[in-house]
């Protein structure tokens, strides 16, 4: 009876308490609110004769204090939907936990990706992987002369400035190299598709250099396990190992255990530590 009367009791003020309880917690809940990352704004080019969507992650304290600049990253592949989101946490880890200086991230958003992020070619099947290919000129003019422009009447930077990307966009990066080499200080190409118009760029980049004494820049370069890249690009560092300028300051990854769809975050994570790695004090 004993135990009866106490079950009893525990009903009796369970129900008499869970109306508050119940209260309590939606006076402690509000509506959803939007979580937002970093800016967006577009810019209308006429260079491409179209609008186009930049997305931006400021690093802690450029709002907070008033002189601070800071340099910029360019992300070809920036949109919400595609590399921006994961590759500002990347970054914002990598700066908190003090393995990469503050850096700005100017995330591009794409409207025809194969389009701008190619060069001309000669061979038939790379026609075909979309409508229009050999782009890439008229992207870099965009980038050059209309977005690294307004990134810079925005905001505070201080002038230097690296690019990153991978696969097709590891292709602008390493043709823009080579094409614009004072675009940009530094160059991060991860599993670029090198095996574009039969290899051409490969087949040039030893006369690059040589025609380049005096380049000054900073170039990372990873690759995955993805045989049609990875069988062009393992001749990236034997090239450069015999060839590159003294300025050029470069690295190679080669991460076997990775493939094309998981290679970014990790090659990403080792081009912030080897190129943007904190002054020492």
């Not at 009367?5 to 309590?24: D, T």
């Not at 290919?133 to 307004?150: K, Q, Y």
Request: net charge negative.
């Amino acid at each position: 009876m004993l135990r009866h009367g106490l079950a009893v009791l525990c009903l009796f003020f369970v129900a008499l308490i869970a109306p508050a309880l119940s209260a309590a917690a939606q006076a402690t809940s509000t509506a959803s609110q939007p979580l937002p990352i970093g800016e967006t704004f577009t810019l209308d080019s006429k260079v491409m004769g179209e609008t186009r969507r930049i997305n931006v992650y400021l690093p802690a304290g450029y709002r907070e204090r008033a002189d601070v600049k800071v340099p910029v990253l360019y992300m070809p592949d920036g949109g919400i939907a595609e590399d921006f989101l994961h590759v500002a946490g990347l970054m914002q880890v990598s700066m908190a936990n003090g393995t990469m200086r503050p850096f700005m991230l100017v995330g591009i958003e794409n409207t025809q990706r194969r389009r701008d992020m190619t060069g001309p070619t000669e061979v038939v099947s790379d026609r075909k992987i979309a409508p229009v290919v050999g782009g890439a000129a008229t992207f870099r003019a965009f980038i050059r002369d209309e977005l690294m422009p307004e990134i810079d009447r925005r905001y505070r930077t201080t002038g230097e400035t690296a690019i990153i990307g991978e696969s097709a966009a590891g292709l602008f990066i390493l043709d823009t190299l080579v094409l614009a080499p004072e675009m940009f200080d530094a160059y991060i190409a991860i599993d670029p598709m090198l095996w574009w118009n039969d290899k051409a760029w490969m087949k040039g980049f030893r006369g690059f250099l040589g025609a380049h004494p005096d380049l000054q820049a900073k170039l990372f370069v990873a690759t995955s396990s993805e045989p049609m890249i990875a069988e062009v690009v393992v001749w990236v560092p034997v090239v450069l190992q015999d060839a590159a300028p003294k300025g050029l300051v470069w690295h190679f990854q080669s991460l076997p255990e990775e493939t094309h769809g998981t290679v970014y975050h990790p090659a990403a994570l080792r081009a912030f530590r080897a190129l943007f790695a904190p002054q020492p004090r």
